[in-house]
């Protein structure tokens, strides 16, 4: 399985950007779609998760701001990110959790950066 992200760029604080994440394969059911981010110097942090029935989760820091998505049927997930900051900086990760050969499993996307400049 791989997850292929995309939709990172540059945009001025107030702006907005939509991630999109693609997990492609063979013979996986997906339980849990996430975006992490890690800006420069600091630990990777949750931003959002989305189950496969649509029940999200929000950091603190991007609820109302923020807005993640789910296509069962493209194995897709999108990240809307609205009134962006300059604080929302940093390379954001596609995670996923999936149920493939008898096991559930992790699997991490390459990462697509985005910069919010003030």
């Known amino acids: 399985v791989q997850l292929q992200a995309s939709g990172g760029g540059l945009v001025q604080a107030g702006g907005s950007l939509r991630l999109s994440c693609v997990a492609s394969?063979?013979?996986?059911?997906?339980?849990?779609m996430a975006w992490y981010r890690q800006a420069p110097g600091k630990e990777r942090e949750l931003v959002a998760t989305i189950t496969s029935g649509g029940l999200t989760n929000y950091a603190d820091s991007v609820k109302g701001r923020f807005t993640i998505s789910i296509d069962n049927g493209k194995n897709t997930v999108y990240l809307q990110m609205n009134t962006l900051k300059p604080a929302d900086t940093g390379v954001h990760y596609c995670?996923?959790?999936?149920?493939?050969?008898?096991?559930?499993?992790?699997?991490w996307g390459q990462g697509t950066q985005v910069t919010v400049s003030s």
């Open positions: 394969g063979s013979s996986f059911t997906i339980n849990t």
């Open positions: 995670h996923a959790y999936l149920w493939r050969n008898g096991l559930f499993r992790n699997y």
